[in-house]
């Protein structure tokens, strides 16, 4: 018996579908074969893939999922979409994907049923909002999962405050407890992955010291000069005038010289880095004085990832580490200085027997001639 011939749409179809299986499969095996990635890696990998995710079979998509689970780079949307899939697709992701935050989890739970809430209440960590959620379901067995983590978090909460208290009371405690995380010659002398840590601390955080209202006219100064300095930063940076690059960020963030010469000179250029952004300057613009005016400049390797901090950079983080390596021991602080366009107003308005003393003789020879 002969079979009958498939429709050449169908058979078109068919293999269609096997091309989409197979790049995406090799896609995802490169992405996770490399340990590390740039910001158009991502997103190039990300288009990909939400392109062909739905239009592969569930078997590539557990792949994928499982593939992708325990990476820290994955991109949000991608693991957003496979979180909603089906159960066997969302399983690795709910459970084991860092990239997963509070909101995404609260998206995935207004878009999936118990089974899906299931696994989200037995990740790692949860927060209070991803909780106060998952109970609004009403579901006994996501309830009893969340009350068994109940019971460890206040033991794990006793014996962290026990610790603590024993810590607080020996000498080398008291010692670390003087020493400010946010001091800049700490923040100097740390490894790239504690800075990258502490940044990231910051931008979760929030600031550490609020604005008052007594210094809003300051910070309103500060960003006046950052704008003013900008351009002048990157001009001395290629001429290659250090001592006026140094005159100037100290002028526009109130630093002392030293820290500012230390930064230039820091190898990793991070430190620069934040205080480019602290000034408020454009990629583009930090690109060409950390190119120009630090040693992470010769080496490609270090450059192309420490521009892709800078752009993801909060400006937030940036003014939260300058305000922090900006302030000094209250013995030190005598009155506060005047805004720069308060000194303007001030230095036009000064009077004549403050003119330099070869102008005051020029002056006074001039009206003893008219008297005479």
């Given at each position: 018996m002969?079979?009958?011939?498939?429709?050449?749409?169908?058979?078109?179809?068919?293999?269609q579908?096997?091309?989409?299986?197979?790049?995406?499969?090799?896609?995802?095996?490169?992405?996770?074969?490399?340990?590390?990635?740039?910001?158009?890696?991502?997103?190039?990998?990300?288009?990909?893939a939400?392109?062909?995710?739905?239009?592969?079979?569930?078997?590539?998509?557990?792949?994928?999922?499982?593939?992708?689970?325990?990476r820290?780079?994955?991109?949000q949307?991608?693991?957003?979409?496979?979180?909603?899939?089906?159960?066997?697709?969302?399983?690795?992701i709910?459970?084991?994907?860092?990239v997963?935050?509070?909101?995404?989890?609260?998206?995935?739970?207004?878009?999936?049923?118990?089974?899906?809430?299931?696994?989200?209440?037995?990740r790692?960590?949860?927060?209070?909002?991803?909780?106060?959620?998952?109970?609004?379901?009403?579901?006994?067995?996501?309830?009893?999962?969340?009350?068994?983590?109940?019971?460890?978090?206040?033991?794990?909460?006793?014996?962290?405050?026990?610790?603590?208290?024993?810590?607080?009371?020996?000498?080398?405690a008291?010692?670390?407890?003087?020493?400010?995380?946010?001091?800049?010659?700490?923040?100097?002398?740390?490894?790239?992955?504690?800075?990258?840590?502490?940044?990231?601390?910051?931008?979760?955080?929030?600031?550490?010291?609020?604005?008052t209202?007594?210094?809003?006219?300051?910070?309103a100064?500060?960003?006046?000069?950052?704008?003013?300095?900008?351009?002048?930063?990157?001009?001395?940076?290629?001429?290659?005038?250090?001592?006026?690059?140094?005159?100037t960020?100290?002028?526009?963030?109130?630093?002392?010289?030293?820290?500012?010469?230390?930064?230039?000179?820091d190898?990793?250029?991070?430190?620069?880095?934040?205080?480019?952004?602290?000034?408020?300057?454009?990629?583009?613009?930090?690109r060409?004085?950390?190119l120009?005016?630090?040693?992470?400049?010769?080496?490609?390797?270090?450059?192309?990832?420490?521009?892709?901090?800078?752009?993801?950079?909060?400006?937030?983080?940036?003014?939260?580490?300058?305000?922090?390596?900006?302030?000094?021991?209250?013995?030190?602080?005598?009155?506060?200085?005047?805004?720069?366009?308060?000194?303007?107003?001030?230095?036009?308005?000064?009077?004549?027997?403050?003119?330099?003393?070869?102008?005051?003789?020029?002056?006074?020879?001039?009206?003893?001639?008219?008297?005479g």
């Amino acid at each position: 018996m002969n079979d009958f011939p498939q429709p050449k749409g169908f058979v078109r179809l068919a293999t269609q579908n096997c091309h989409d299986a197979a790049l995406l499969r090799a896609s995802t095996e490169l992405f996770v074969q490399a340990s590390a990635h740039d910001r158009d890696e991502i997103r190039r990998f990300e288009d990909l893939a939400l392109h062909l995710i739905p239009r592969v079979s569930r078997d590539d998509r557990v792949y994928v999922s499982t593939r992708l689970a325990v990476r820290i780079d994955v991109p949000q949307a991608v693991a957003r979409v496979l979180a909603r899939d089906e159960i066997e697709v969302a399983t690795p992701i709910l459970r084991h994907s860092p990239v997963l935050g509070p909101l995404d989890l609260l998206m995935v739970i207004a878009a999936t049923g118990v089974e899906h809430h299931r696994l989200i209440a037995e990740r790692a960590v949860l927060g209070d909002d991803t909780e106060r959620a998952l109970r609004i379901g009403g579901d006994a067995e996501v309830a009893a999962i969340l009350d068994r983590r109940r019971v460890p978090e206040k033991a794990s909460q006793r014996s962290a405050t026990d610790e603590a208290g024993e810590a607080a009371s020996s000498p080398e405690a008291k010692t670390v407890s003087r020493t400010d995380r946010l001091d800049p010659w700490v923040f100097l002398s740390r490894d790239p992955k504690a800075r990258l840590r502490l940044l990231a601390e910051i931008a979760v955080d929030g600031p550490e010291h609020a604005t008052t209202a007594s210094g809003t006219t300051m910070l309103a100064d500060r960003a006046f000069r950052s704008i003013l300095g900008a351009a002048q930063i990157v001009g001395f940076s290629r001429s290659g005038n250090r001592q006026a690059l140094v005159d100037t960020i100290v002028e526009g963030l109130d630093l002392a010289p030293d820290l500012v010469a230390a930064c230039l000179d820091d190898a990793t250029g991070e430190p620069l880095a934040v205080l480019l952004k602290a000034l408020s300057l454009a990629s583009d613009q930090a690109r060409q004085v950390l190119l120009l005016s630090s040693p992470v400049g010769r080496d490609p390797a270090a450059f192309f990832p420490l521009c892709d901090l800078y752009a993801g950079m909060l400006p937030t983080v940036a003014t939260t580490l300058a305000e922090a390596w900006r302030r000094k021991p209250a013995s030190e602080v005598g009155l506060p200085p005047q805004p720069l366009h308060t000194r303007i107003r001030e230095r036009d308005r000064e009077p004549d027997e403050t003119m330099r003393p070869g102008r005051q003789e020029r002056t006074a020879g001039r009206a003893a001639e008219g008297r005479g």
